[in-house]
């Protein structure tokens, strides 16, 4: 599993709030753009991934909180933040979806569900559906991990 930086948890609260105070009835009216949201984690521009001018390092941060979101059975965080000009997000996002195995994630429905789930999630503020997320996750490994232990248990032992 992976952890987040401490940027990473100051943007993954940024956008926890952001998906809590959201509408479930208009889950769209929680997204944020990309440079609203860089302003936000970094109003006196002093982070160079978030500064004005290298707003790219922001990218695979926002991907990087999709990841951990994902691999604690959240839906993906970041799709709260968007480009104001086309109210979508970037790219990377349908094509970071894919790399994580959802299926159409170049959809815009796939993306607007995402929203509709983050805001649903979070604005539930349950702290019983945030745990047992994280718990499925964690069966979800223990039952990879015991299928490959099973595996290795029914190959032969080679002799030297």
């Not at 509408?23 to 991934?49: N, T, W």
């Not at 941060?61 to 933040?81: C, D, F, N, T």
């Not at 559906?129 to 032992?157: C, F, H, N, W």
């Amino acid at each position: 599993m992976l952890s987040l930086t401490p940027i990473e948890r100051d943007m993954h609260r940024l956008l926890r709030s952001l998906a809590k105070a959201g509408d479930p009835v208009d889950p769209l009216s929680a997204c944020i753009g990309y440079k609203e949201f860089a302003q936000r984690i970094d109003p006196h521009g002093l982070d160079p991934y978030t500064s004005q001018g290298q707003m790219r390092g922001l990218y695979p941060k926002l991907g990087h909180i999709s990841v951990y979101e994902h691999q604690h059975g959240r839906p993906l965080l970041s799709a709260l933040v968007i480009r104001k000009a086309t109210g979508r997000p970037g790219n990377g996002f349908a094509e970071l979806a894919s790399q994580l195995g959802f299926e159409a994630a170049e959809d815009a429905g796939f993306w607007e569900h995402q929203v509709a789930q983050t805001v649903r999630f979070w604005s539930a503020d349950d702290p019983i559906m945030v745990m047992d997320s994280a718990m499925d996750q964690v069966l979800k490994e223990l039952g990879s991990i015991k299928r490959t232990v099973r595996r290795l248990a029914a190959k032969p032992v080679e002799k030297a």
